[in-house]
């Protein structure tokens, strides 16, 4: 509550646990506020808070269901489209010191910024009405105009992919035929998903190396280049299969380390790698149909699990 400050703003909403009376009233009164944030670039609803800052609480239970876990399944369907990007969190109750009324709750409703908005209130109630297009103005709830929805409907022209980065892991080392160095093969494993209402048609990852590395020392060792190499290109609009609004899919993609050193031993591999590992310049790009290509930066000494590389070279012949 201190957090969130005593006044209602543009990405606050504070409801007194009186409009649970109402079943009614109360599913207008959250359609109408879901609506508004979902379009507003997200926000908060406190319930069990009323207008003058009292902390009354809400009920409990709907039904036989707690009243969180009610939330949790009626908050999409208040709006269309069906809402994705929320949460719902309850306050936990200091039975000494605590505001909250007893065998009452103080429940917190997160609203993120949808991709999929404008979305549009489904439910009458209150001073709510269905089918219309709330927003944020201040700190109230008011019907979107027309050029703010046109706004929201042009971010959602194109697909909308969001992607992790799961894990990066060594799969395997050794040396080069002539004996000129050594390398490690890694694998970056992505996870990808459509966030967007449209089917992302031409899509990919690439991971790659912004430069090679020149000469550097690791202690006394002086070594003719530590360099990164990526196997694929910006001609990588691979065949990857369409990925529909909704999907998710994990894509691994390779790279390989290479340390380039006349009879590199084991303890010389190891350290260059680790240094080398301190200084890359990594980065992962997405591209999917038209949209411009967005880059992201990978520090591989915080994405890497260190130890399991450690032991993984430790190994190396």
Not at 20 to 28: I, K, N, P, T
Not at 34 to 59: C, E, H, T, W
Not at 297 to 309: C, D, N
Request: glycine share 6%; net charge neutral; proline share 4%.
């Amino acid at each position: 509550m201190v957090q969130l400050g005593n006044d209602e703003h543009d990405y606050v909403e504070f409801k007194g646990g009186q409009i649970f009376e109402d079943r009614g009233s109360l599913l207008g009164s959250l359609a109408k506020q879901v609506s508004a944030f979902a379009n507003s670039g997200g926000g908060v609803i406190v319930l069990g808070v009323d207008n003058d800052r009292n902390v009354d609480g809400v009920p409990a239970l709907q039904g036989r269901t707690s009243t969180r876990e009610w939330l949790e399944q009626t908050i999409p369907t208040l709006v269309v489209y069906t809402l994705r990007e929320y949460r719902v969190h309850q306050v936990a109750r200091d039975a000494a010191a605590s505001r909250i009324p007893a065998n009452r709750h103080l429940i917190v409703v997160e609203i993120g910024d949808s991709p999929l908005a404008p979305h549009q209130c489904d439910k009458d109630g209150g001073q709510a009405r269905r089918g219309m297009y709330y927003y944020r103005q201040g700190s109230n709830s008011v019907p979107a105009p027309h050029f703010h929805l046109e706004l929201l409907r042009q971010r959602r022209t194109a697909p909308v992919l969001s992607v992790d980065l799961v894990s990066i892991r060594p799969n395997s080392c050794g040396r080069f035929d002539d004996r000129s160095g050594a390398f490690l093969l890694m694998s970056f494993e992505f996870r990808v998903e459509n966030t967007g209402r449209n089917t992302a048609r031409l899509w990919d990852v690439a991971v790659e190396s912004r430069a090679s590395f020149n000469v550097f020392s690791v202690s006394a060792m002086d070594f003719r280049q530590l360099k990164t190499m990526a196997n694929v290109g910006f001609d990588w609009i691979s065949s990857l299969e369409p990925l529909l609004p909704g999907q998710k899919r994990t894509v691994i993609r390779p790279m390989s380390i290479c340390v380039e050193k006349e009879s590199v031993s084991a303890v010389e591999f190891r350290m260059a790698i680790l240094h080398g590992a301190s200084t890359i310049d990594l980065h992962y790009s997405v591209a999917v149909d038209d949209v411009p290509l967005a880059t992201y930066p990978i520090t591989l000494m915080r994405s890497w699990h260190l130890t399991e590389v450690n032991q993984f070279l430790a190994s190396f012949l």
